[in-house]
C-alpha cells in the first residue's frame, strides 16, 4: 500500500528553535510537497521539489526551507520557529506518470506543531 | 480570483439523502480533478479523479465534469453519518501541482 510517513504526529517546539520536519515516501515518487493548513485558510503550498537536490518555492516560503538529498526523503526546516508558525503541516507525493491516480497527490498523516 | 472556488458550507444532509458539492476552476488548461475528504484532525485522503468531460462513478460517489463551464461536483448518494467530513476539490492545471478549494465541510443528520 501507498504510503507517505511523517516522522512526528504532535510537537511542541519553542519560539527561536530551529525545527526539523520529516516526510518520508516509499512510492518511489518524483514529486513531493510540503503544505500547511489553517482554518479558514485551507492548505496553502510552502516548498515542493520534483527531483533530488531540487527544490522550489511554493506560495508562502517565508521562513521556511527544505531539503532533498534523496528521493524517498523530504525536509521541511523552520529555520527559527515562530508562534505564527503554528500550524498542521501535510507531506504529499505524487507521481508524474499516470500510476492509476492521475497525478494526484497521497499524503501523509500530518503533523501538527505548536509553537509557544 | 481564488483558482479554486467551492460552494460554502456547512452542507447539512439527512441520513439517506444525496449531498451535492460544486467546484469551479479559473485556469482553463486544467487537466485532471480530485476530490478529497478530510476528517477532523486526520489528512486528507483521494476518493475521485476524473479528468474527461462527463460524469464517473464509484460507489456511492459520482464527480461530474464540465470543461466548457470549469466546473466539477461530487454528489454523495445515500449519505451515512461517516460522509461527515470536509471535502476538498483540487484542480492541476499544467504541472504537477494542485490547486485546493478551501473545502466544504459536510454533516449527515441521523
Known amino acids: 500500500d501507498v504510503k507517505v510517513t511523517q516522522s512526528s504526529r504532535y510537537l511542541v517546539k519553542r519560539t527561536g528553535e530551529k525545527v526539523f520536519l520529516e516526510c518520508v515516501q516509499d512510492?518511489?515518487?518524483?514529486?513531493m510537497f510540503w503544505y500547511r493548513q489553517d482554518p479558514g485558510l485551507g492548505l496553502r503550498l510552502i516548498y515542493f521539489s520534483y527531483d533530488v537536490k531540487m527544490k522550489e518555492k511554493g506560495d508562502i516560503p517565508e521562513g521556511y526551507s527544505v531539503s532533498r538529498e534523496k528521493k524517498e526523503r523530504f525536509s521541511l526546516i523552520l529555520e527559527s520557529a515562530s508562534t505564527n508558525q503554528t500550524s498542521m503541516y501535510l507531506c504529499?507525493?505524487?507521481?508524474?506518470?499516470?500510476?492509476?491516480?492521475?497525478?494526484?497527490?497521497?499524503f501523509g498523516s500530518g503533523t501538527r506543531l505548536t509553537v509557544v | 480570483q481564488k483558482e479554486v472556488e467551492q460552494n460554502s458550507g456547512p452542507l447539512s444532509v439527512p441520513e439517506g439523502a444525496i449531498a451535492s458539492l460544486n467546484c469551479t476552476y479559473s485556469d482553463r488548461g486544467s487537466q485532471s480533478f480530485f476530490w478529497y475528504r478530510q476528517y477532523s484532525g486526520k489528512s486528507p485522503e483521494l476518493i475521485m479523479f476524473i479528468y474527461s468531460n462527463g460524469d464517473k462513478e464509484d460507489g456511492r460517489f459520482t464527480a461530474q465534469l464540465n470543461k466548457a463551464s470549469q466546473y466539477v461536483s461530487l454528489l454523495i448518494r445515500d449519505s451515512q453519518p461517516s460522509d461527515s467530513a470536509t471535502y476538498l476539490c483540487a484542480v492541476r492545471p499544467v504541472d504537477y501541482k494542485l490547486s485546493f478549494g478551501a473545502g466544504t465541510t459536510v454533516t449527515v443528520r441521523a
Open positions: 504529499a507525493s505524487s507521481s508524474p506518470l499516470p500510476r492509476g491516480t492521475a497525478y494526484g497527490y497521497t
Open positions: 512510492m518511489d515518487h518524483e514529486n
